[in-house]
């Protein structure tokens, strides 16, 4: 049995352009200029709290290599794949849906799908026992039509269809709790009854309209999506029941060969694109939860791969929670938001979040 969590990075992550505020039609907004919300900075400081934490030197470092443009039009098509490339080799695009990206963001994107891909192999090929794939540009809202919501590239899709294909797995699991629903993932395996994906977001948030209980799939996918909205301001009681109640008993029914994380950590308390309640502590029990649902489903074959995340001072200690777990390695550090945060900690279940968990399990009868 392997041993050791696998680690993805590239400072080229941090390089992606992701342009500057736009309003809803496109144009430039009347705005001092900043760095996108979705900008390197974030990340690249999760990078440094794990490194300077010193849990870095006890992973084990994967190489990203550039996704293939075969592998990409697998799920994007030529057209798109080849306008994002042309684009990136002038002066930068639009993706589609709110993607605005600069010069080079194709080769980026590329190794961003690439890195999650290597991280697959790491685990299926027993090099480690589990990965955290911490890449950029992000990739949960990009389907078959295209880029959406600063996502260019569908990594966790793109990870799932390559264990499919190319690694020959049977059932792929990917588990979404990024605070945005997952729309680009469930359009890419809406009909595919060989990937269940499991969408637990704020409701209503992002794409709007998006993520209902009553999208379930459809053909003889019909049933193997899941999406769990729950109502802003959800915290972690609310997160934890879903996991345990919906979650948990869907990757059981299923029985995957492997589970996929898109981890978004952009439900958390601080975030400015939304309204959720999770600490750094909860973020590492929902990843603990998976961790077993991987012991006992599936070899331990488990990847995360980062998603949103705009709180460049919270995220660090989310995504370090969430590596610890995986590591099962506890550093010294300590989260100096939790004493400020108490009652966000100790939030109870309430009545209007429990009625969204309940419609859940109802429409996929998992009780």
């Avoid at 958390?268 to 961790?291: D, I, Y």
Wanted: hydrophobic residues 45%; proline residues 5%; contains cysteine.
């Amino acid at each position: 049995m392997a041993t050791g969590t696998g680690w993805v990075w590239h400072e080229r992550y941090a390089w992606h352009d992701a342009r500057g505020l736009l309003d809803s039609l496109g144009r430039e907004a009347l705005f001092e200029p900043e760095p996108s919300l979705e900008s390197g900075n974030t990340k690249r400081r999760l990078r440094n709290l794990v490194d300077a934490s010193g849990l870095l030197g006890e992973l084990i470092a994967i190489a990203p290599r550039a996704a293939r443009d075969a592998e990409l039009r697998s799920l994007h098509g030529r057209d798109y794949v080849d306008r994002v490339r042309a684009d990136s080799a002038e002066h930068g695009g639009d993706a589609g849906g709110w993607s605005p990206f600069g010069r080079w963001t194709y080769e980026i994107a590329a190794l961003a799908a690439g890195g999650c891909l290597a991280a697959v192999d790491a685990v299926l090929d027993q090099t480690v026992a589990n990965a955290y794939a911490l890449v950029r540009p992000p990739g949960h809202h990009a389907g078959p039509a295209g880029g959406c919501g600063y996502c260019v590239f569908s990594n966790v899709a793109l990870a799932a269809l390559h264990l499919r294909r190319a690694r020959g797995l049977d059932r792929v699991a990917i588990v979404d709790w990024d605070v945005h629903h997952g729309n680009g993932t469930q359009a890419a395996f809406w009909t595919d009854p060989s990937v269940l994906t499991v969408s637990l977001h704020q409701e209503d948030l992002f794409p709007p309209g998006s993520g209902t209980v009553e999208e379930t799939g459809d053909g003889a996918g019909a049933g193997t999506n899941v999406n769990i909205p729950l109502p802003a301001g959800s915290g972690r009681a609310a997160y934890l029941a879903a996991l345990d109640r919906v979650v948990l008993p869907a990757l059981v029914h299923f029985q995957p060969d492997f589970i996929l994380v898109a981890c978004g950590l952009d439900a958390s308390m601080n975030e400015p694109l939304g309204r959720m309640n999770l600490t750094s502590e909860c973020f590492a029990l929902m990843t603990e939860r998976v961790k077993r649902a991987a012991a006992l489903l599936c070899d331990e074959r488990l990847v995360l791969c980062h998603e949103g995340g705009y709180s460049s001072a919270y995220v660090p200690y989310c995504g370090l929670a969430v590596v610890e777990c995986l590591a099962g390695v506890r550093t010294e550090v300590v989260d100096p938001w939790i004493s400020d945060a108490r009652r966000v900690r100790e939030l109870p279940l309430r009545a209007h979040e429990a009625g969204a968990i309940e419609a859940a399990v109802l429409r996929h009868r998992l009780m």
